[in-house]
């Protein structure tokens, strides 16, 4: 017997209910939401789920990606800061996918504040909002190491940021700190006309494979991070000598770390700022 097709939003149900409930996106809070099915399809697909996955959702919206995984997984937690579209969702769901509506867990809060949810996450799907992408996805990389894999739609250049190697021109503090935890990779880009409002940027995919994260002492390394890539055009030794004692000091550590102190932040790797981390702490 063929799977029952998924029950999704198309634009004129994402219309609609943006009319029935007032809401009215805001670029303040980064709102662009899909209305293409197809594109919910994909986003699911590239996400790598499993029926027994408990998966966190920040910034739901409208609900055009939650109901796609409300029919995959186990269970959702939806994380969303704005009164008027946490009150909404529920309703939705009960509506379109009455027998499944239970497995919805709304968390009415902000995300970068969010220290505890109902539910253990074993993955995340969001389709973030830009103007907050990198401190979520990493906030929740932090605080939720039970989340074994990440997909996240980001503005193309943010993804692009994310899955930088070392080297190369758009390499920098994303980079390292969302490859601190995990493989990443970019795996689609996806146009403006599938959101309403549409965005005046591209966006992309980007698939997080945690994996095992450094024994350095993480808040050493990402302080170390920040500062060497805040003068990046500077060698490690100038860029890291307030940080570490002088130029000297930078000097020696870097050395010790084997890292040669005239190089600069863009080609280390996170190996690299690990044993630099440990040398420092």
């Not at 494979?209 to 991070?225: D, S, V």
């Amino acid at each position: 017997m063929a799977p029952m097709p998924m029950v999704l939003l198309g634009g004129n149900d994402i219309k609609e209910l943006a009319a029935r409930y007032g809401i009215r996106p805001t670029k303040q809070r980064g709102q662009n939401f899909v209305t293409d099915p197809n594109t919910v399809r994909m986003i699911v697909s590239h996400a790598h789920l499993q029926p027994d996955d408990v998966v966190v959702e920040v910034g739901p919206g409208l609900g055009s990606l939650t109901l796609a995984l409300l029919q995959t997984v186990a269970a959702v937690v939806a994380v969303e800061v704005d009164s008027a579209l946490a009150a909404a969702l529920p309703f939705t769901v009960e509506h379109k996918l009455a027998p499944v509506a239970s497995r919805l867990h709304m968390v009415h809060a902000d995300a970068l504040t969010v220290q505890e949810l109902p539910c253990e996450p074993t993955a995340m799907v969001s389709n973030l909002p830009y103007n907050v992408a990198v401190p979520v996805l990493l906030s929740f990389l932090e605080r939720f190491p039970s989340i074994e894999r990440v997909l996240v739609m980001v503005q193309a250049e943010v993804a692009d940021r994310l899955a930088a190697a070392p080297g190369s021109r758009t390499y920098g503090v994303p980079s390292v700190k969302a490859q601190w935890y995990a493989d990443v990779s970019k795996v689609a880009t996806i146009g403006r006309n599938v959101f309403w409002p549409a965005p005046n940027v591209d966006s992309a995919l980007v698939f997080l494979q945690r994996r095992e994260q450094p024994a350095a002492n993480r808040t050493t390394a990402f302080r170390l991070i920040d500062a060497g890539f805040a003068q990046r055009r500077k060698t490690l030794r100038s860029a890291l000598a307030s940080a570490l004692g002088g130029s000297e000091a930078a000097a020696a550590a870097l050395q010790q770390a084997g890292i040669e102190p005239s190089a600069r932040a863009e080609v280390l790797s996170v190996e690299h700022w690990a044993r630099l981390a440990e040398v420092c702490s």
